[in-house]
């Protein structure tokens, strides 16, 4: 089964701290992804990496940016923590999407907040 | 703009009654595949069924069903035989090339 780790269930952090989010996949895949998910809007893809040091913004990177630097891990960078970045921080990875129907395998999500 | 829309926040059903959880998008993308979660309280998001915008069959897997009306843009969620386990947040997602789109979800909660 592919297991995609996150390193804290919880974090709790101060306003303008810089805040890392750490994601490890174990199964050799390309694509990783951070979302954030907020009650009634879903999950909104925040950035995506489909191959070691490539990045992609997604719909909200605004005040995010990310590194991978090996093809297993995946890291979400808050630059300097505010209030709003309050949320639900999940990481997936994925194979290609050869004829599309490959899922994506997600972690357990990290509950952060901001105070 | 690609968009997917679930507009059910919540449902209430009896245990062992069949259920459908409704999902419309829009794309003007011909390839497109979407894809059911379930997350249940504990957090994690389980992958349950996936349905290809060229796939003449509507998916099936064990109590999972999707209903795919393409000319209506529709992709519903069907459990049949709902048990306790079934109540989680249910988020229907459009793969476009690499990336998915995410409805707001459904909290279903089955009652005994």
């Known amino acids: 089964d592919v297991k995609v780790t996150q390193s804290s269930r919880y974090l709790v952090k101060r306003t303008g701290e810089k805040v890392f989010l750490e994601c490890v996949q174990d199964m050799d895949h390309e694509n990783m992804f951070w979302y954030r998910q907020d009650p009634g809007l879903g999950l909104r893809l925040i950035y995506f990496?489909?191959?070691?040091?490539?990045?992609e913004k997604g719909d909200i990177p605004e005040g995010y940016s990310v590194s991978r630097e090996k093809k297993e891990r995946f890291s979400l960078i808050l630059e300097s923590a505010s209030t709003n970045q309050t949320s639900m921080y999940l990481c997936?990875?994925?194979?290609?999407?050869?004829?599309?129907?490959?899922?994506?395998?997600f972690g357990d999500g990290t509950r952060l907040s901001i105070l | 703009a690609q968009k997917i829309t679930q507009t059910q926040p919540g449902m209430f059903v009896q245990e062992k009654e069949a259920v459908t959880l409704d999902c419309t998008y829009d794309?003007?993308?011909?390839?497109?595949?979407l894809f059911w979660y379930k997350q249940p309280s504990s957090g994690e998001m389980i992958f349950l069924i996936y349905?290809?915008?060229?796939?003449?069959q509507n998916a099936t897997e064990g109590r999972y069903s999707l209903n795919f009306q393409k000319a209506r843009k529709s992709a519903n969620l069907v459990i049949s035989a709902s048990q306790l386990g079934d109540s989680a947040m249910y988020f229907c997602?459009?793969?476009?090339?690499?990336?998915?789109?995410f409805g707001q979800g459904t909290r279903l909660t089955i009652n005994p």
């Open positions: 794309t003007s993308d011909p390839s497109y595949g």
């Open positions: 990496s489909y191959d070691v040091k490539m990045k």
């Open positions: 997936a990875s994925s194979l290609p999407p050869r004829g599309s129907n490959q899922p994506q395998h």
């Open positions: 349905q290809g915008s060229y796939d003449q």
């Open positions: 997602a459009m793969r476009l090339v690499q990336k998915l789109v």
